[in-house]
């Protein structure tokens, strides 16, 4: 059964639109909230974690759909909208640090608040921000769909970031230039193609414009 769009979102949406609407709609990247629902699921609105307290796309485990009022986290665009508004809770916490974001996604918020932070949520946090850097390269289309973690629970190890500087503020130019250089190839050939939402979408900021 395809999903059904929210409102705003196109009539025929994959899930990775439902995605981006939601986060758009709740004040998150658009771009972030696919890496960790790629990271998490592969995208995957059956996915169970493998201890099978985290479940859907976002692998929402009962805290977190608690935290941001997700009365049926296995109903796919309940637990989009419940992963999606936890990402916004913690940029709020952490005050937009990305690494951070990311660690207690997986790890949980009170640890990194703690600053004892699993080699495992660190890992997850690395491929995370490995896949977006990815995106940027390829003009939003990348990043990488990994084996599932368990959600705000624990990830499988992965590459380590690559990049010299993943800070926001580095990504966000990366994607900047990368944007010019294809609405310059676009005006070249009189052709405007545009690979759904995801276009134009930046980091300068968790929240989307």
Same mark, same amino acid.
């Given at each position: 059964?395809?999903?059904?769009?929210?409102?705003?979102?196109?009539?025929?949406?994959?899930?990775?639109?439902?995605?981006?609407?939601?986060?758009?709609?709740?004040?998150?990247?658009?771009?972030?909230?696919?890496?960790?629902?790629?990271?998490?699921?592969?995208?995957?609105?059956?996915?169970?974690?493998?201890?099978?307290?985290?479940?859907?796309?976002?692998?929402?485990?009962?805290?977190?759909?608690?935290?941001?009022?997700?009365?049926?986290?296995?109903?796919?665009?309940?637990?989009?909208?419940?992963?999606?508004?936890?990402?916004?809770?913690?940029?709020?916490?952490?005050?937009?640090?990305?690494?951070?974001?990311?660690?207690?996604?997986?790890? #949980? =918020?009170?640890?990194?608040?703690? %600053?004892?932070?699993? @080699? &495992? *949520?660190?890992?997850? !946090?690395?491929?995370?921000?490995?896949?977006?850097?990815?995106?940027?390269?390829?003009?939003?289309?990348?990043?990488?769909? #990994? =084996?599932?973690?368990?959600?705000? %629970?624990?990830?499988? @190890? &992965? *590459?380590?970031?690559? !990049?010299?500087?993943?800070?926001?503020?580095?990504?966000?130019?990366?994607?900047?230039?990368?944007?010019?250089?294809?609405?310059?190839?676009?005006?070249?050939?009189?052709?405007?193609?545009?690979?759904?939402?995801?276009?134009? !979408?930046?980091?300068?900021?968790?929240?989307?414009?």
């Amino acid at each position: 059964m395809p999903p059904q769009a929210p409102t705003g979102a196109p009539q025929e949406a994959s899930w990775e639109d439902v995605i981006t609407a939601i986060a758009k709609r709740e004040g998150v990247n658009p771009l972030l909230a696919l890496a960790v629902a790629k990271r998490e699921s592969s995208i995957n609105p059956n996915a169970v974690g493998d201890s099978g307290k985290a479940i859907g796309m976002f692998q929402l485990h009962a805290g977190a759909a608690s935290d941001t009022g997700t009365a049926d986290r296995s109903d796919p665009l309940q637990n989009i909208t419940g992963g999606v508004k936890y990402l916004r809770q913690l940029s709020d916490q952490f005050g937009g640090d990305l690494p951070k974001i990311l660690q207690a996604y997986n790890g #949980g =918020p009170k640890w990194v608040a703690e %600053g004892t932070v699993s @080699p &495992a *949520a660190q890992a997850y !946090a690395s491929s995370v921000i490995a896949d977006l850097s990815q995106s940027v390269r390829t003009g939003g289309r990348g990043g990488g769909a #990994g =084996p599932r973690g368990e959600g705000a %629970g624990q990830a499988a @190890p &992965a *590459a380590p970031v690559t !990049a010299p500087d993943t800070s926001l503020s580095a990504l966000t130019g990366r994607i900047a230039a990368r944007r010019k250089a294809t609405e310059a190839q676009a005006t070249a050939r009189d052709a405007l193609r545009t690979s759904g939402p995801l276009v134009g !979408a930046t980091l300068g900021s968790i929240r989307g414009a």
